[in-house]
T-cell receptor, first 115, second 113 residues
Framework: DAGITQSPRHKVTETGTPVTLRCHQT?????MYWYRQDPGHGLRLIHY???????DKGEVSDGYSVSRSKTEDFLLTLESATSSQTSVYFC??????????????FGEGSRLTVL | AQTVTQSQPEMSVQEAETVTLSCTYD???????LFWYKQPPSRQMILVIR??????QNATENRFSVNFQKAAKSFSLKISDSQLGDTAMYFC??????????FGTGTRLTIIP
């Protein structure tokens, strides 16, 4: 158990509505990531964070924003959801402070459907 | 930018046989990590095996082993004595320095009883 909780696990929404996905960790690691998984594309990095209020863009950041006001929470927001954002979203952490192996530990994923 | 290529979208093999999944990558870095992750139907991402680029010895974890060819930028995964529980998506991933991982597009492996 990597101590990562994603919520909601499933969500169906309509085009144009805002959506926020939450990633919560229990171990206070600095490094957190949001990926999306789509058939034929694997996992692609959306945004990542190196600490509170320290975030940066990944390769597919358009249409997404993130916030990290507390070490344990990393929020991903779709300001105005589009059908192209239908995907499975994964949060991940790097336990670099205690386990410097480069490995990422993943949450269970959140399936988002935008109608 | 780093890229990871998995050229086999799908593979299938009979139970108890050996199967090899291919992965190539492109980087100008010298020190990095390589990983194979497994994603069963439960959707959970599970680390199968990892390799540090500075280590010449290929990593092994029970039935799983890799063939790491640094000069060729190749990192294949061999699964011996395959089991039904090995049925999953397998992702190759590359990482270095700033801790981000770059993933390939995945190979869907089916073990046939």
């Amino acid at each position: 158990d990597a101590g990562i909780t994603q919520s909601p696990r499933h969500k169906v929404t309509e085009t144009g509505t805002p959506v926020t996905l939450r990633c919560h960790q229990t171990e206070n690691h600095r490094y957190m990531y949001w990926y999306r998984q789509d058939p034929g594309h694997g996992l692609r990095l959306i945004h990542y964070s190196y600490g509170v209020k320290d975030t940066d863009k990944g390769e597919v950041s358009d249409g997404y924003s993130v916030s990290r006001s507390k070490t344990e929470d990393f929020l991903l927001t779709l300001e105005s959801a589009t059908s192209s954002q239908t995907s499975v979203y994964f949060c991940a952490i790097n336990k670099k402070e205690v386990l410097d192996t480069g490995e990422l530990f993943f949450g269970e994923g959140s399936r988002l459907t935008v109608l | 930018a780093q890229t990871v290529t998995q050229s086999q979208p799908e593979m299938s093999v009979q139970e108890a046989e050996t199967v090899t999944l291919s992965c190539t990558y492109d980087t100008s870095e010298n020190n990095y990590y390589l990983f194979w992750y497994k994603q069963p139907p439960s959707r959970q991402m599970i680390l199968v095996i990892r390799q540090e680029a500075y280590k010449q010895q290929n990593a092994t974890e029970n039935r799983f082993s890799v063939n790491f060819q640094k000069a060729a930028k190749s990192f294949s995964l061999k699964i011996s004595d395959s089991q039904l529980g090995d049925t999953a998506m397998y992702f190759c991933a590359f990482g270095f320095g700033n801790e981000k991982l770059t993933f390939g597009t995945g190979t869907r492996l089916t073990i046939i009883p």
